[in-house]
């Protein structure tokens, strides 16, 4: 059986004292209220991947993670942050390919798939994301456009290394916009990315994928969204800037 994970995505929020208290809270919370095995992931800023990782030590269901990382090892690449660097701060997981650093950062999916195998090789673990756009949804296009985004970003690894993947659907209007996607358009979607992964490795790759919702995720909505078949979890922007939201979402699954 495959496990849970919900994912916190800081984005560009929180200075360090702020961070460590909404994380430290997180703790608590999650602590005395969280019974079920289910793994929260928090994705913060760089600057905050040590402590973090730091005071998650002893909780085995609490996990930190960064929002993006280089494709290369190491090098000359003035203000950039490796895979390598990350991995030593004690997080173990990274957002790669997230729809804003794909829209802000010019990021394709060749590029996403680059970071993803540095990632591996520096034993993090990816949460590769792919959604589409208003006008892709619209145009009837989303399946389409997310078989080009498997097929670039994640599809040309080895079974080996995508075994070691998470995906995270997160369509692009329902990103801070308050418009979830229904439980049945997300079950719909996250069906369609288990049979691809079926298509191109095999049955059981797509059984033990780990398949998370991402947009306008919140306590009340993530009831109904997590409980669909193929949902394995979500990936939370907004609402992960509150302990008490945030925990209510990893409580679902109590
Ligand atoms: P949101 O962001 O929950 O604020 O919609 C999700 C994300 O971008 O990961």
């Known amino acids: 059986m495959r496990g849970k994970i919900i994912a916190a995505n800081w984005k560009m929020n929180m200075k ?6 909404l994380f430290s809270d997180m703790i608590d919370m999650i602590h005395t209220e969280v019974t079920g095995p289910q793994q929260t992931v928090v994705c913060c800023p760089f600057i905050h991947l040590h402590a973090l990782a730091q005071l998650a030590i002893g909780h085995p269901t609490i996990s930190v993670g960064a929002e993006n990382c280089h494709e290369a090892e190491s090098g000359a690449f003035t203000g950039e942050i490796s895979a390598g660097m ?18 802000y950062n010019g990021e394709t999916s060749a590029l996403v798939c680059k970071k993803t195998e540095i990632a591996l090789k520096n034993t993090l673990n990816p949460i590769v994301c792919i959604g ?25 690894l080895d079974s080996n290394q995508f075994s070691k993947l998470v995906i995270a659907y997160e369509p692009i ?29 095999d049955q059981e790759m797509a059984d033990n994928t780990l398949l998370l919702y991402g947009g ?8 109904e969204l997590f409980s669909q078949p193929d949902i394995d979890g979500g990936l939370i922007g907004g609402a992960s800037l509150n302990a008490r939201e945030f925990v209510d979402i990893v409580k679902v699954y109590n």
């Open 86 to 103: 990350i991995r030593s701060t004690g997080a173990d997981y990274v957002i790669l390919g997230h729809s804003e650093r794909r829209k």
């Open 216 to 223: 306008s995720c919140k306590p009340d909505n993530a009831v």
């Open 132 to 156: 589409e756009t208003k006008e892709e949804r619209a145009a009837n296009r989303q399946f389409e456009c997310l078989k080009r985004q498997l097929d670039d970003s994640a599809f040309p």
């Open 16 to 21: 360090y004292p702020a961070g460590l208290a």
């Open 173 to 201: 209007w329902a990103i801070g916009t308050s418009q979830t996607a229904s439980a049945a358009q997300a079950q719909d979607i996250h069906r369609f990315i288990r049979q691809e992964i079926a298509i191109r490795y």
